[in-house]
């Protein structure tokens, strides 16, 4: 059974640090991954994707992909209030045979109070 | 920029009848997908389509059908609605398999 796990928290932050969420998958040899942002009552838009293993930084974002490990995290630096909502962690997972498909972790809320 | 329009932003359905849901991209994306999204359950997806008149199931396909006409559009069939049915329907589309898949606004069904 291909799986993605997320703490579905809340994750509580003050305003201004750090927040760090993270996600783990089980099928090794998976190859690309995704960190959409859905806000409530929204469809998910997607923030950041991640293909090889180290950081990859845009702006305030960095996902993190340690394929070893199986894990990939994204930390959003001087978080603000409007960074509150559900972050999805995605995962396409490697070939096997017919049509593959992207496999979506539960989510992870995030709260982020002034 | 790519974009994913859905029919209807709320619908509410009776029991037992047929619901159409309608899905445009506008960016030639071969792929198109219908995921449904209920609390702590995450996406689901229930079919995908990767080219014109085809079609793969994917995780729960059980009381729904679908059809791909042209390749802009993906229809997401029910044919006889039942209570459980009530969710958010979430259209998606997709370049290639593994690339990252743009989102529709979403369409809240209720089936009373």
């Known amino acids: 059974q291909k799986e993605v796990e997320q703490n579905s928290g809340p994750l509580s932050v003050p305003e201004g640090a750090i927040a760090s969420l993270n996600c783990t998958y089980s099928?090794?040899?998976?190859?690309?991954f995704f960190w959409y942002r859905q806000y409530s009552g929204k469809s998910p838009e997607l923030i950041m994707f991640i293909y090889s293993n180290g950081d990859k930084e845009d702006g305030r974002f960095t996902a993190q992909l340690n394929k070893a490990s199986q894990y990939v995290s994204l930390l959003i630096r001087d978080s603000q209030p409007s960074d509150s909502a559900t972050y999805l962690c995605?995962?396409?997972?490697?070939?096997?045979?017919?049509?593959?498909?992207?496999?979506f972790g539960a989510g992870t809320r995030l709260a982020v109070h002034p | 920029d790519v974009k994913v329009t859905q029919s209807s932003r709320y619908l509410v359905k009776r029991t037992g009848e047929k619901v159409f849901l309608e899905c445009v991209q506008d960016?030639?994306?071969?792929?198109m997908f219908w995921y449904r999204q209920d609390p702590g359950l995450g996406l689901r997806l229930i079919y995908f389509?990767?080219?014109?008149?085809?079609?793969e199931k994917g995780d729960i396909p059980e009381g729904y059908s679908v059809s791909r006409e042209k390749k802009e559009r993906f229809s997401l069939i029910l044919e006889s609605a039942s209570t459980n049915q009530t969710s958010m329907y979430l259209c998606?589309?997709?370049?290639?398999?593994?690339?990252?898949?743009?989102f529709g606004p979403g369409t809240r069904l209720t089936v009373l």
């Open positions: 389509s990767y080219d014109v008149k085809m079609k």
């Open positions: 995605a995962v396409f997972p490697p070939f096997s045979g017919g049509y593959n498909k992207l496999i």
């Open positions: 099928d090794r040899g998976s190859q690309s």
């Open positions: 998606a589309s997709s370049l290639i398999p593994f690339n990252e898949q743009f």
């Open positions: 960016m030639d994306h071969e792929n």
